[in-house]
């Protein structure tokens, strides 16, 4: 792309030059000139007051995709068992579509696993697509990207979202270069514009700094991957929906490994995004010692310890228990934050929950502007109080106290 300037048409009014992040625009003789270190980023031409300043550049043109209609979920399943991510998808599609007047599909490949299917239907889907073959049984990344990639340009889904689990991560990029489509990795949040009808996917950029909103609209479908315990399950018993079987046949090529046997490691991690309570500590909590009264608190309120990234890298607690965008995302029915200040990045993966508690010396943190409540003052004083009236009070451990 070429960039001038129509002399006759500017005033020199160097609005241009403070525009251009490369410095590539000087006033000389009372005009705006272009210099050799132009990138063509076109700051200038949308700063210019007199659009005096012109370009070659021929707008990429929107293709047709009025033939796209649906949104997907791709049911991520184990041992007949479907991860809760693709119910929390489900919801959030049903959202989607609603607003563009679609049907939503799960997508379930596998073996010997069409049992799932009502389960599915009830979370949300209109239809099931079934994909049954013993060579589905365990997760293969090449065969589930062909099923995948057979079904899509078939039936031409407009939306395909799937969870950003460790099978999500690794099918879902195979999948959408089989099919020449972006993908947005690692969602928080999803929306429809209202003007074009296409799909806002918000995540984590630049380290967590800043929340982008990614749009694809020069291919279908619009891929994304979004991370657990972000959406909502739904669930309505009287659903009725449709099971379509797919009949596959896995191309032998396809399938670069056999699976001789199973294993799995038995490990005590931990599943916040389904945690009903969680006791958090940030900086303020000061140790690993420290988080011992955490534990109790969450003992006697029946719920988890979690915490900010900065005590994972003290190593006072492990990486599982991390909360946040480097994290994991949850939605407990009560949250107390203890110690914590509250950086964007750290809300964003408890913002969702039902009711936050914020316990902090600092009466400006900002954790408190999310807060349903705020203790101000020393955790190291307020937390012992805490577990003392609610053992007074014959807190059960196996069941949330009430707040």
């Avoid at 062909?146 to 879902?172: C, H, Q, W």
């Avoid at 929306?191 to 749009?215: C, S």
């Avoid at 943190?365 to 609610?390: C, N, S, T, Y």
Wanted: include cysteine.
């Amino acid at each position: 792309m070429t960039v001038w300037v129509e002399i006759d048409l500017c005033d020199g009014c160097g609005i241009c030059v403070r525009a251009c992040p490369y410095e590539a625009m000087e006033i000389k003789d009372g005009k705006s000139l272009v210099l050799d270190r132009c990138t063509s980023c076109g700051a200038c031409i949308d700063a210019c007051r007199q659009t005096a300043i012109l370009n070659d550049f021929e707008p990429r043109k929107i293709p047709d995709f009025t033939g796209w209609k649906g949104v997907w979920v791709f049911s991520e399943q184990r041992d007949g068992k479907l991860s809760r991510v693709s119910l929390e998808l489900l919801g959030k599609a049903r959202e989607l579509a609603q607003k563009l007047g679609h049907e939503v599909s799960a997508v379930l490949p596998g073996w010997e696993v069409s049992g799932l299917c009502g389960e599915l239907i009830k979370h949300g889907a209109d239809n099931v697509f079934l994909a049954e073959h013993p060579d589905l049984k365990y997760y293969d990344t090449i065969a589930y990207a062909s099923v995948l990639e057979k079904m899509i340009k078939k039936y031409r889904p407009n939306i395909f979202l799937m969870g950003a689990t460790p099978l999500g991560r690794d099918l879902a990029p195979r999948a959408s270069r089989r099919v020449c489509t972006g993908l947005t990795a690692d969602c928080t949040e999803l929306e429809i514009d209202p003007e074009e009808g296409i799909l806002l996917q918000t995540r984590p950029a630049f380290g967590g700094n800043i929340m982008a909103t990614i749009v694809n609209r020069y291919s279908r479908p619009q891929m994304a991957t979004v991370r657990p315990g972000v959406m909502e399950i739904v669930f309505d018993r009287t659903r009725e929906g449709k099971v379509i079987s797919w009949k596959i046949d896995v191309p032998e090529k396809a399938l670069r490994t056999e699976i001789i046997e199973f294993f799995r490691e038995e490990r005590n991690k931990v599943n916040l995004s389904e945690a009903k309570v969680i006791v958090a500590g940030g900086r303020g909590v000061e140790s690993a010692a420290g988080f011992d009264m955490l534990r109790e608190l969450a003992r006697v309120m029946g719920g988890e310890v979690a915490g900010t990234r900065v005590t994972v890298e003290e190593g006072w607690i492990p990486a599982e228990n991390q909360v946040g965008q480097t994290g994991q995302s949850v939605r407990p029915d009560i949250y107390v934050a203890c110690g914590i200040s509250g950086a964007v990045q750290h809300r964003a993966g408890m913002i969702n929950s039902r009711y936050v508690i914020a316990i902090n010396k600092d009466p400006g943190a900002p954790i408190f502007k999310v807060a349903d409540w705020g203790i101000v003052g020393d955790l190291h004083e307020m937390v012992p109080e805490m577990i003392r009236q609610l053992k007074m009070g014959g807190a059960s451990p196996k069941e949330p106290a009430g707040v």
